[in-house]
């Protein structure tokens, strides 16, 4: 639970979390508050953390906020905006810089996918990069922005769903930008 009070103990106006080495931290879940504040989680320059979820990595938010992970390996959870409340605008913008978000969640000990459950699930109208990065399917509604720069998107087979609506799979998700990107799947974007 190190990164969660690390989360926890920013001030009102957001801040850094920096994880100082590559090791392995095991959290229950994570909550990233970013209303009304950019929240950034981060590896320190030559490390690269494992962050081993028992849970998604929540991220809630106002259009103000945003929300960073530079360097991060995530596993065992997606990371997941939430929609907003009733009468809220949701997470203004999300950043992945140089993370990887295991394709299918997790992985079976030969090293192959162990689902094909998304690592991205987008439910508000938030602005998406991800540059440099390797990422799961992702599910993004009808008003998201997603782009990818340099990186993979990997639905974990070719028949796989890489991208689409967050409530069905069937359904088009919102909008997708592909530049120099590997996509491993079939893609329902506007």
Request: hydrophobic share 45%; aromatic share 2%; charged share 25%.
């Amino acid at each position: 639970g190190a990164i969660q009070v690390a989360i926890d103990a920013l001030p009102a106006e957001g801040g850094v979390v920096e994880i100082g080495d590559s090791g392995r931290y095991e959290e229950t879940a994570l909550t990233v508050d970013a209303t009304g504040r950019r929240v950034t989680v981060r590896a320190a320059v030559g490390s690269r953390p494992t962050l081993v979820l028992d849970g998604d990595l929540t991220i809630t938010g106002d259009d103000e906020g945003a929300v960073v992970l530079d360097g991060l390996l995530v596993t065992g959870g997606a990371v997941e905006v939430q929609a907003p409340a009733p009468d809220g605008t949701g997470l203004g913008a999300l950043e992945l810089r140089h993370a990887t978000l295991v394709p299918g969640i997790s992985l079976e000990p030969g090293g192959d996918p162990a689902g094909a459950n998304p690592s991205l699930v987008v439910r508000s109208v938030t602005a998406v990069a991800v540059h440099r990065s390797i990422v799961g399917g992702v599910r993004a509604g009808g008003d998201a922005r997603v782009r990818l720069v340099d990186g993979i998107l990997d639905a974990t087979a070719e028949d796989g769903v890489a991208f689409a609506d967050p409530d069905d799979a069937d359904d088009f998700g919102g909008t997708l930008t592909l530049e120099q990107v590997t996509a491993i799947g079939r893609i329902k974007a506007e």
